[in-house]
Structures are given as C-alpha cells and as structure tokens.
C-alpha cells in the first residue's frame, strides 16, 4: 500500500491495530466455537504489506480493496475448501477488476500486463499459483512459503470487527468475543455506522465464504 504502513492496512480490513492476539489462540476460539469469523495476519516487507487471510475473505471484497489502494495498489487471490476463488485489483481508490477467474481474463489496461498470458481454464495449471502470480506482478510483490513462515512465527492476528448487518446476520451468541461490540453497533443507523479514523466510510461487505486471501500491495517507508 503507497503512502500508508501496517495500521493502515488493518484498519482497512476492519481490524483494530492496538488489539493484537495470538494466531494460535484465535484459531483454538474459532475451533471451540465452530466459528468463521474472519481474522488477518500481516506481515511488513519493505517495500509492501501482505496480508493473509487464514480465515476470511475480506481482502476480496470492494470495500476493503478501495479503502486499502487509496495511496497505490492492492491486488488480492481468495480461494476456500469449495474450490471457489476470486482475482482482485484496485489502485488509488478504485476497484478495477474482481472476477471469478475461469478462463482467459479480459482485464482494463492496468491490469492486463498481470494477466494477459494466464488461462484460468487450463486444468494443468494451479488457478492459485495464476492468481498469486498475477498479484505479484500487479503490485511489484509476491508471497513466499518464507514470508507464511515468517507470519506464522510471529504468530499474532488481528480479529476483523463484522460489519452489520452485512455480515452479521444473526444476533451474537453468548461467549462471542465479539458480542458486545456486535451488540452496539446492532442499534447503530447503518448511515452513521463505523467510521474510521480519518473519516473512511465503514464498509459494508458482501459475503461469499470462508477460506484464504492473500494481498499484497507496495507499501510507503515504516512510518497496517
């Protein structure tokens, strides 16, 4: 991300940059609970923020590619468990293209370069690898197994805060970690709902599942 650091990475995916927690921790609650509410873990490289999604596919959705490409690009390849996958791109604070990728992409002149030799269709190809491999030519940085492992021994995630009433359609149940925040912004007008520091719009994100997302973007000098 250009012009912004990890904070501003967090906050973009609706995470809480002063609420850190254990990966493992967060992993053994959702297990407990028999929960998918969605948590990410970043990692600061330099010269960009990648974030992973070990649960959750914020990182696929409009609202967060818009906020978090407002100072450069983002780009981000979801998958899950039920072979569903999503291929996003956004620079400056627009969404340029997010399709389903099954065959060979018609994509806008930004984002043709990462794309224009990858056929989705082709069965002999991983579709992850293609869409991982456009991410990193779009944003100028890829992942690496040493970058996962890199994330994974630091082992801290950050909870994602649903947006209402998108993504929490029911009323928090008791044990919720999230349930009192949950509960307030229940009686919150959407209009008034969430508004970040800086004034950036609170999305309200679709749903479409519970799998992996990873998004990687340039990112500005340390100051996500």
């Not at 990890?6 to 609420?19: I, S």
């Not at 990462?114 to 991982?132: E, T």
């Not at 229940?186 to 479409?208: K, L």
Request: with cysteine.
């Amino acid at each position: 991300m250009s012009g912004a650091g990890v904070g501003a990475v967090l906050r973009a995916f609706g995470a809480d940059p002063a609420r850190p927690e254990s990966m493992r921790a967060i992993g053994e609650d959702l297990v407990r609970r028999q929960s998918i509410d969605p948590w990410v873990a970043v990692l600061d490289v330099g010269e960009a923020v990648i974030a992973v999604e070990y649960n959750g596919w914020e990182g696929s959705t409009a609202p967060v590619l818009t906020e978090a490409s407002a100072g450069g690009r983002v780009a981000s390849m979801f998958w899950n468990v039920e072979a569903e996958t999503r291929l996003s791109f956004a620079e400056h604070g627009a969404v340029l293209l997010s399709v389903e990728p099954f065959a060979a992409i018609d994509a806008p002149p930004p984002v043709a370069p990462a794309v224009d030799d990858l056929d989705f269709a082709d069965h002999r190809r991983d579709k992850r690898l293609m869409g991982l491999l456009a991410v990193q030519r779009f944003t100028g940085h890829g992942i690496s197994a040493d970058d996962v492992a890199r994330i994974e021994a630091a082992d801290v995630g950050f909870r994602i805060v649903p947006a209402l009433p998108a993504l929490r359609p029911r009323r928090p149940q008791p044990g919720d970690p999230l349930d009192t925040v949950a509960e307030a912004l229940a009686e919150i007008p959407n209009h008034s709902c969430g508004t970040w520091p800086g004034g950036s719009p609170r999305r309200q994100p679709t749903t479409e599942g519970s799998a992996k997302t990873r998004t990687s973007s340039p990112a500005s000098p340390p100051a996500p």
